[in-house]
């Protein structure tokens, strides 16, 4: 299964940045806001469909419907992340707005690691890792010039 989660990976990386060159581009055609709103109903159609092909059926919804509110954040975050990419993107450019990202998630991701938050095992954060976060940082920032 860990073969199968690295693809994922893979393609989940590749596409953010396409969808954050598509994203920026209708933003700009069509107006921010009318390009989210069909960006979720996109979603909400896809994964709908997932969900149907996998279940044959659409109840796994109400199981979702019953778990804690503070677990449905993902959705609303998915939005400030598309929200972010329309908006910055054509703005600082591709490379700079996925760079900062990038270096954000990895940071508060290695504290989710560190903590312990949301059920996850604890991983320490090795000098191996500090050191990947300040370069990751320092290339997001150096990302930002553009001459």
Excluded: H
């Amino acid at each position: 299964m860990s073969g199968l989660a690295v693809a994922l990976a893979v393609a989940a990386g590749l596409a953010g940045a396409v969808q954050a060159a598509v994203m920026g581009e209708l933003g700009g055609r069509v107006g921010v806001f009318p390009a989210l709103a069909f960006s979720g109903v996109v979603a909400v159609v896809i994964g709908l469909a997932l969900l149907l092909i996998a279940k044959q059926s659409f109840r796994g919804l109400a199981d979702v419907a019953r778990q804690p509110v503070r677990l449905w954040t993902g959705g609303a975050l998915s939005v400030l992340i598309i929200l972010a990419i329309m908006v910055a993107s054509p703005r600082i450019g591709l490379a700079a707005t996925i760079g900062i990202i990038i270096a954000f998630n990895l940071s508060v991701a290695a504290l989710i690691d560190r903590f312990g938050w949301f059920g996850f095992d604890q991983i320490a954060i090795t000098w191996t890792r500090a050191l990947c976060l300040v370069f990751l940082g320092a290339g997001a920032a150096l990302s930002l010039y553009k001459s």
